[in-house]
């Protein structure tokens, strides 16, 4: 699959609130990740670490530090 066709599927999986303060953010949050199966839990959990770990290269190596962090 090309980029551009990963890009288009996952503004259309995207789902975004808008809320009137932090407690109905918070309620909208709860809401939404407990609607989540443990397969779409666990799979945004992944890539939410392979991007921290994408970070982590990225600065290390900005600051010249080759050591990889895991």
């Given at each position: 699959?090309?980029?551009?066709?990963?890009?288009?599927?996952?503004?259309?999986?995207?789902?975004?609130?808008r809320?009137?303060?932090?407690?109905?953010a918070?309620?909208?949050?709860?809401?939404?990740?407990?609607?989540?199966?443990?397969?779409?839990?666990?799979s945004?959990?992944?890539?939410?670490?392979?991007?921290?770990?994408?970070?982590?290269?990225?600065?290390?190596?900005?600051?010249?530090?080759?050591?990889?962090?895991?």
């Amino acid at each position: 699959m090309e980029i551009s066709q990963r890009a288009k599927d996952r503004r259309r999986r995207m789902v975004a609130n808008r809320a009137d303060g932090f407690k109905a953010a918070e309620d909208w949050d709860l809401d939404f990740w407990q609607n989540q199966t443990p397969q779409q839990r666990l799979s945004a959990l992944v890539a939410i670490r392979k991007d921290v770990l994408k970070a982590l290269r990225a600065r290390n190596k900005q600051d010249g530090n080759p050591k990889e962090e895991s």
